[in-house]
């Protein structure tokens, strides 16, 4: 749920006594009629808090966990799990790792060339983030937990999924469910950035750098497939589409 | 005031006129065929255009048989057309197959019988003064009307199952609404078959759901080929490579 428009206010004078809501506009990046419109309907969504925060040079999650519906966050600090972090590895990058790998390999093609520096993993989130959060953390049962628990319908819960998106209330209800720490779902859904949410610099490389020769095969395949059907769904949509225009149109 | 008619007849009339520059360049001149038709169909049945012309025929509402069979020619090529973009083979083959052929000539021949069985001196648009002279001619002119549109019901029936698969899929939303439209305009065109035997109370209803129907068609077309040309603009491609890091292409139209 988006932070209440009173709380806000609260909150935006502590941080900022001295300073005019234009000012903070500007130096957010925020439309001063998208902040007008959140504070009269009452509902301040938690990107704008974001944004001021970084604007202020303050911590985005210390600020959301000074807010009454997200104090659970200061609570629990546990670190993202192995699983969690590769999967906000992109899936270009999970491929790259593969050859990476098979270079270097004994009798690979580039077993005598010393390893060029790999290229930095492309920082999260990535195209299929928040699925494949929720894939990493789910032990079959999670997405019903998450709907009972918030009351979010498993058909909307399951096309936030399938769009890449996750409001923060539902990352943090699905961290909750799953047992898992807070800032997973945050990074998953795009709200904060790694170093943000904590996440000690590589801890994504190192995470990778530990999955076996097998396990990574077997992730970047599935990555694959799932990407190839995508593809495929996109291409037969796009070929219904031309075809009625060039029928219809 | 004929209201509604002459609402159909500006929106064809607006729709076929933007549809102009296409049908010059050689783009889907059969589409350009249909509204062209739907225009006439809509001229005719305006009661002041009807009535000049149908004096000219020599006042024996020849015109209105005339119409008939017109609207006729633009449902079977809406059929055709509809199915083939839609890429319903069980439904164009219906429209064009057999069952198509026997439907469009028993659907001629029905109302080519009617028509004939009546007295039907004395211009008046939808026959309406031929079924207040009263006797045989009363009676017959609802199954006149009937008759004159089994045929548009019966290819929307086939059409609307793919529509409204259209109407459902995730293809662009302006496709979606168009078919959406032309799902309303099917839904009426089977519609009008029961209301034309309904009771003189249902007047209003019969009248909507006729002009209902020829809208319903014209704005989905004219919204299939808005979607094409705002989709032909250049805009930044949203490809899904892109987010996966590889080259795709969007969404653009070809043959422009």
């Known amino acids: ?249 | 005031m004929a209201i509604l008619e002459w609402t159909t007849l500006i929106v064809c009339g607006v729709v076929l006129l933007v549809r102009v520059p296409d049908a010059i360049q050689g783009r889907n001149r059969i589409v350009f065929g249909i509204l062209l038709l739907a225009t006439l169909c809509s001229f005719l049945s305006v009661p002041g255009p009807y009535e000049a012309i149908d004096r000219l025929l020599g006042g024996w509402n020849a015109t209105d048989l005339i119409r008939r069979y017109l609207i006729f020619a633009t449902v079977l090529l809406v059929g055709l057309r509809v199915t083939t973009g839609l890429a319903a083979v069980r439904g164009h083959r219906l429209v064009a197959g057999t069952t198509g052929r026997w439907a469009l000539g028993l659907s001629c021949l029905a109302v080519a019988v009617t028509f004939f069985l009546m007295d039907t001196r004395g211009s008046s648009a939808g026959l309406l003064g031929v079924s207040d002279s009263g006797g045989r001619n009363a009676g017959l002119v609802p199954y006149y009307a009937a008759a004159g549109r089994t045929y548009p019901a019966f290819v929307s029936l086939f059409l609307m199952p793919p529509l409204l698969a259209t109407v459902r899929s995730r293809l662009p939303r302006l496709v979606r609404i168009g078919a959406l439209l032309m799902l309303i305009g099917a839904l009426c065109a089977a519609l009008s078959v029961p209301a034309s035997l309904a009771p003189d109370a249902w007047d209003l209803a019969q009248y909507v759901v006729n002009y209902a129907a020829v809208l319903g068609y014209v704005l989905g077309l004219a919204l299939f080929w808005f979607s094409g040309l705002m989709a032909q603009r250049p805009r930044s491609p949203r490809a899904a490579l892109h987010g996966h890091g590889l080259h795709g292409h969007g969404l653009h139209r070809n043959g422009r």
């Open chain 1, 1 to 249: 749920m988006p932070l209440p428009a009173k709380a806000f206010q609260h909150w935006l004078h502590d941080v900022a006594p001295a300073t005019s809501t234009a000012d903070i506009c500007r130096t957010s990046g925020i439309k001063r009629t998208t902040l007008a419109q959140q504070l009269v309907r009452g509902k301040v969504a938690e990107t704008t808090l974001v944004s001021i925060s970084r604007a202020l040079q303050r911590s985005p999650l210390q600020e959301l966990a000074s807010f009454e519906n997200y104090a659970e966050l200061a609570g629990n600090t546990r670190p993202p799990t192995p699983a969690e972090l590769v999967s906000q590895i992109a899936t270009m990058d999970l491929l790259r790792a593969v050859i990476d790998r098979s270079d270097s390999a004994p009798g690979g093609p580039g077993a005598d060339v010393p390893a060029a520096a790999t290229p930095e993993l492309s920082p999260a989130p990535h195209a299929t983030s928040v699925r494949n959060w929720v894939d990493a953390i789910d032990d079959g049962e999670l997405r019903h937990r998450v709907s009972a628990a918030t009351g979010v319908a498993p058909q909307n819960y399951s096309a936030q999924l399938t769009a890449n998106r996750l409001s923060p209330e539902l990352a943090v209800a699905t961290a909750r469910e799953a047992g898992v720490g807070f800032t997973g779902g945050l990074v998953a859904a795009g709200l904060i950035t790694e170093a943000e949410a904590g996440w000690p610099p590589g801890a994504r490389q190192r995470a990778l750098d530990g999955l076996s020769d097998g396990e990574l095969a077997a992730l970047a395949g599935e990555r694959l497939q799932t990407l190839g059907k995508v593809l495929r769904r996109q291409e037969h949509e796009q070929a219904q589409t031309e075809k009625i225009w060039e029928n219809l149109g």
